[in-house]
């Protein structure tokens, strides 16, 4: 269990804080273009990067939550300190050892089963992938950006002195 909880803090806590604020980054930029003077219709990409990264967010959230289940609720790991001494199992009658049963292997166990191994690095390269796209998407959309152009008032003439 000591192993599953320091696996646990390694991976973080709730969320990855570098891209809540990235996600932040790219909301105010993505609220602000208009008022800065920029065509609101042409902020779709910068949209588009903004549900990648609550896609990105919410991987990892989903991958935390298993790996605490995973942690809370899976069986103990068999481990050696419950094993009989070294010239065999319990006495049977005569004094005649009695053979421990074959050791059980290959089974699935714990919550994720034959994937316990495999999830955590599908997941991280899921949410890998979600981040680079998020981070392509905005400065694509960055490039998309078009300015307004601005009205041309035309002079009106004054009064003539």
Partial sequence: MNNQLSYLQSMG??????????????????????????????????????WAMIAKLAIGIFRECLFSVQALYAPPAP???????????????????????????????GLFGKFEQQLPALLSLAETVAFLAAIVLFVYGLQRLVLREPLMVPAQPGPER
Avoid at 14 to 38: C, E, K, N, R
Avoid at 81 to 108: F, K, Q
């Fill in 13 to 50: 806590s709730t969320a990855d804080w570098s891209s809540v604020l990235f996600f932040l980054f790219i909301g105010t930029i993505y609220f602000l273009a208009p008022v800065v003077g920029y065509l609101p219709g042409k902020r779709g990409i910068l949209l588009a990067s903004l």
């Fill in 79 to 109: 481990s050696a300190w419950n094993v009989g001494p070294a010239g065999g199992g319990p006495l049977g009658p005569g004094g005649m050892a009695i053979p421990s049963p074959p050791p059980v292997s290959g089974g699935a166990s």
